[in-house]
T-cell receptor, first 115, second 116 residues
Framework: AQSVTQLGSHVSVSEGALVLLRCNYS??????LFWYVQYPNQGLQLLLKYTTGATLVKGINGFEAEFKKSETSFHLTKPSAHMSDAAEYFC?????????????FGKGTHLIIQP | DAGVIQSPRHEVTEMGQEVTLRCKPI?????LFWYRQTMMRGLELLIY????????DSGMPEDRFSAKMPNASFSTLKIQPSEPRDSAVYFC??????????????FGDGTRLSIL
């Protein structure tokens, strides 16, 4: 069975500061990993994904994440936070590329940006 | 291109009533997923289809829930009878399967369901 743990249900950073959202996973097979963002009253939008190959993955809106197999982690970072980054962020794991089976999500991290 | 379209966006009904949620996937996508989001349990996979056939319905909470996909462009999730604990946001997502490579799931904006 797969699982995802997101440390910190709420993370607050100042505008311009580094954003770090933590995600650890458990999977019995090589995982496919995703970060999604959810704005209020909207669906989930894909930020980035790791399937195979390069372990540092770049996504939209300046976000990136690094897959570390030894640490079973896939933390999300952004060098400089912007007010528009305030949203709910979800880490997810899949057995496939994510297209052919369901995703297992973490509980989410609410990112707060302080002016 | 149009994304995943869900209707209605909001539904408020009384306990015991039948509720039907609708989803139109992205054209050409062969996988369709239904998820439920609650504060207590987060995002949970309920069921998913491949080429209109249900593949895994192990996430469906109980027999009051049923889902169908009569054709490639339409799916329904039905709750009968509804109960207050069914109140949640229900999301539909679609994707191209693994035969097309590692394609992500695309989500609709969800249906916010309130059972009084």
């Amino acid at each position: 069975a797969q699982s995802v743990t997101q440390l910190g249900s709420h993370v607050s950073v100042s505008e311009g500061a580094l954003v770090l959202l933590r995600c650890n996973y458990s999977s019995s097979v090589p995982p496919y990993l995703f970060w999604y963002v959810q704005y209020p009253n909207q669906g989930l939008q894909l930020l980035l994904k790791y399937t195979t190959g390069a372990t540092l993955v770049k996504g939209i809106n300046g976000f990136e994440a690094e897959f570390k197999k030894s640490e079973t982690s896939f933390h999300l970072t952004k060098p400089s936070a912007h007010m528009s980054d305030a949203a709910e962020y979800f880490c997810a794991v899949s057995n496939s590329g994510g297209g052919a089976d369901g995703l297992t999500f973490g509980k989410g991290t609410h990112l707060i940006i302080q002016p | 291109d149009a994304g995943v379209i869900q209707s209605p966006r909001h539904e408020v009904t009384e306990m015991g009533q039948e509720v039907t949620l609708r989803c139109k996937p992205i054209s050409g996508h062969d996988y369709l997923f239904w998820y439920r989001q609650t504060m207590m349990r987060g995002l949970e996979l309920l069921i998913y289809f491949n080429n209109n056939v249900p593949i895994d319905d192990s996430g469906m909470p109980e027999d009051r829930f049923s889902a169908k996909m009569p054709n490639a462009s339409f799916s329904t999730l039905k709750i009968q009878p509804s109960e207050p604990r069914d109140s949640a946001v229900y999301f539909c997502a679609s994707s191209l399967g693994s035969r097309r490579g590692n394609q992500p799931q695309h989500f609709g904006d969800g249906t916010r369901l309130s059972i009084l």
